[in-house]
């Protein structure tokens, strides 16, 4: 929505933007510049089951989901298989040809430690016997509809495997690590790593994730997926390492197990994409350094990373 915004106005698109959400005056509170934005209007409604808002429509972008794991399994899996049928079926009525569903890498399943960057041709997949794989289940159906309506309805559907990222906005207090490091870091406080630090991630920085996702609404090919991400990898040890040193040098390191000797990268747990695909088609890449990317997310935090 910033993003629009500021293209908006520096572009003079004449655009206008309408978002939908369960409680419009909650998330506006928090974002009082987006309320003030005449081209920004807001849609109240479930995903699930939104009223249709009256007008044309040239593009959908379906990004209402969760992946937070205080959800129920069964309530997971109905918002994100519901939500898409409902907003595929709102792309069809209101006449949109172009329609963007950010999906994740978790449809892959678990990534072979053997395999360092995981591609899009992979035919992984979550264990269905584990509730807990009802987040990457229900994306990978969604991405089956979005397939299903490019082919019977015409529709321009195109696929984001999202992967891991940092910036502004990410939680500080979920599941992502990276976040909860630079807590840590920007309290002066300890960062824990919960683990022994060897599983191995990829984070790509905010501003470069939304040129990624503009694009291929834009330019993307209908019903292919690309991975959305960097394909820098780094072990959460590393990681832990890299914010004390860009955000607080004097932090200590606490590991909930104790590391092991040694490299453990070969049986590390992983979850890298390869970005060929995006890279080749549409010249995109990871512009903004992990270093750099902390360095912002630690200034928009109001803490003056190190000298």
Known sequence: ???????????????????????????????????????????????????????????????????????????????????????????????????????SGAVYGKQPAQLSHVPEEYCGGPDTQNPDSAYGEGKRVAELLCSIYTKEHGLEAKIARCFAFVGPLLPVDAHFAVGNFIRDAVEKTAI??????????????????????????????PGCAYNVGSDKEVSLSSLARTVTEVLCPKSEIIYGVQPASGNPSSSANRYVPSTNCAKTAHQLDAWISLEEGLTRTGKWMGHAPAV
């Open 1 to 103: 929505m910033e993003t629009f915004g500021r293209a908006n106005e520096a572009l003079q698109l004449n655009a206008k933007m309408v978002v939908l959400s369960r409680a419009p005056d909650v998330f506006l509170q928090k974002a009082h510049h987006l309320a003030k934005n005449p081209a920004v209007s807001f849609w109240k409604g479930d995903v699930r089951d939104f009223a249709f808002p009256e007008g044309e429509f040239s593009h959908v972008i379906h990004a209402g989901t969760t992946s937070s794991h205080p959800v129920p399994p069964l309530e997971m899996l109905d918002t994100i298989i519901q939500g898409t049928r409902r907003t595929l079926d709102f792309a069809v009525a209101c006449g949109a040809k172009k329609f963007l569903l950010t999906s």
């Open 192 to 221: 824990c790593v919960k683990g022994d630090g060897s599983p191995v991630r990829s984070y790509l920085y905010a501003a470069d994730l939304t040129v990624w996702l503009w694009t291929l609404l834009f330019k993307g090919s």
